[in-house]
């Protein structure tokens, strides 16, 4: 059977297997379901090649797996054992002087959120906030299929991505706005996404290690991780025409939108994402281009150094057309010699003319 249609074959196989494990199990929220899910996926779309399938899990999807794993451990001791107390105050005086005065979650859910009441509006946005946990490493998935070179590229982005949003977690651990309400700071917010949960009744499938929400860190909101991942999308997928570019801007704005709106974040948390984002696409970028530079002057260098090695054959080279310099330097008079593919003839003027 053709790679082709068996990569076909498998993917339909786990598409229908997906949809009955959601309907069975609920939602995977957790890291570990995801990541073997995923790599469940990427055995169907493999048997052709399960050998590859197997070096790429060793070297490729382990260590990204075990990376993340250990944010995670992290985040939650660090939400368990503060090294600082959670900031409420900054992030509501930011907002309000970006936005005349007033906080955007408060805002909008004067204005939309309806107690008991479950409009199309709030299961979309509860919809978006769910794509958090998987959308990142499908796409890492696609791109391993595809070129393994950009999936490096795109994994050490999001490394590098979450390693600097947990160093500002430890440092500087910033209350949501559902929280803020919760100390009476602002006006009445509510955790939509939750409650959407709860209106729906869909559970989220058990997490592997059943760790619940020990993992879980309340004030690891600044800078929101949810919204920083969509804009590295649209940073990552830029050059890849009008759609994917449209595609990817409408996922950051929807991103945004539900987080706002959702209580989750402030507008001042996902600006921050954005930056982080940014800055770390363009560093990444920069520092594989440096390295890319560097490995070309070192592979010139050692081909420069292989063609000035004795015997080689640009030295012999070399060698002959020197010794045939020479000795064409003392050609004696009368004689004929060669220059510039010329044949030249030597004359000697005789003693007395």
């Known amino acids: 059977m053709p790679r082709r249609r068996t990569a076909l074959i498998g993917l339909g196989a786990y598409l229908v297997a997906t949809v009955l494990l959601f309907a ?50 992290l985040r939650g001791y660090v939400g368990a054992n503060p090294l600082f107390p959670p900031y409420f105050l900054p992030q509501i005086d930011a907002d309000r002087l970006l936005f005349g005065g007033t906080v955007p979650t408060v805002w ?97 499938a058990a997490s592997i290690w059943d760790k619940g929400t020990s993992l879980y860190n309340p004030v690891a909101a600044l800078p929101s991780l949810h919204a920083a991942f969509p804009m590295l999308l649209l940073c990552f997928f830029w050059r890849g025409g009008a759609v994917v570019r449209g595609l990817a801007a409408a996922y950051v704005l929807a991103m945004a939108w539900t987080l706002v709106y959702g209580g989750e974040h402030y507008a001042f948390d996902v600006l921050l994402g954005w930056a982080y984002a940014i800055a770390v696409f363009l560093s990444v970028r920069w520092i594989r281009r440096r390295l890319g530079e560097r490995r070309a002057r070192a592979r010139a260098a050692a081909g420069a150094g292989l063609a000035d090695a004795p ?31 010329r044949s030249v003839r030597c004359r000697s003027r005789a003693p007395g003319r």
């Open 311 to 341: 015997g080689s054959t640009a030295a012999t080279r070399r060698a002959t057309a020197g010794s045939s310099g020479a000795s064409g330097s003392s050609t004696a008079p009368g004689s004929t010699s060669r220059s510039g593919g």
């Open 108 to 204: 909008l859910q004067e204005r939309l959120y309806r107690v008991g009441e479950l409009p199309w509006y709030d299961v979309a946005s509860w919809a978006v906030y769910m794509t958090h946990y998987f959308a990142v490493f499908a796409v890492a998935a696609c791109l391993w299929r595809v070129s393994r070179l950009r999936f490096l590229e795109f994994r050490a982005m999001v490394i590098t991505l979450s390693v600097a949003a947990f160093a500002t977690y430890a440092l500087v651990p910033a209350a949501p706005p559902w929280m803020a309400n919760d100390h009476h700071l602002i006006g009445e917010v509510a955790r939509i996404p939750g409650s959407v949960w709860t209106e729906l009744g869909i559970a989220p």
């Open 24 to 73: 069975f199990t609920g939602v995977l929220v957790a890291r570990e379901s995801i990541f073997l899910w995923l790599l469940v996926g990427l055995l169907a779309v493999s048997l052709a090649d399960v050998r590859g399938f197997a070096r790429g899990v060793i070297f490729d999807w382990l260590p990204f797996y075990l990376i993340l794993v250990a944010y995670d451990l």
